[in-house]
């Protein structure tokens, strides 16, 4: 599966983005995934992760304000992102794999908050 992000952007503390990953080949739908994000000098960390049967799982830092979910008609997975704020300024990954990531890493999406 090859995984493409996109869908980040520079928007003002407290907006709103949604992310999209769109998957090929005809496996998607028997793969969880997995949003990440890494920021300058910092590791990379899961954001949200979404399992085969819809399962879901949160960083504690962003509960209440992201969601992510899954399309497998479309084979896109999505992360609708509210009440953004400055810290959330990030590289935003997508991967396969629900309880840990699985395959490469693609180039990511920018998602910048300013305040």
């Known amino acids: 599966v090859q995984l493409q992000a996109s869908g980040g952007g520079l928007v003002q503390a407290g907006g709103s983005l949604r992310l999209s990953c769109v998957a090929s080949?005809?496996?998607?739908?028997?793969?969880?995934f997995g949003w990440y994000r890494q920021s300058p000098g910092k590791q990379r960390e899961l954001v949200a992760a979404?399992?085969?049967?819809?399962?879901?799982n949160y960083a504690d830092s962003v509960k209440g304000r992201f969601t992510i979910s899954r399309d497998n008609r479309e084979k896109t997975v999505y992360l609708q992102m509210n009440s953004l704020k400055p810290e959330d300024t990030a590289v935003y990954y997508c991967?396969?794999?629900?309880?840990?990531?699985?395959?490469?890493w693609g180039p990511g999406t920018q998602v910048t908050v300013s305040s």
């Open positions: 979404i399992s085969v049967v819809g399962n879901t």
């Open positions: 991967t396969r794999g629900y309880d840990r990531p699985l395959g490469s």
């Open positions: 080949g005809n496996t998607f739908r028997f793969n969880g």
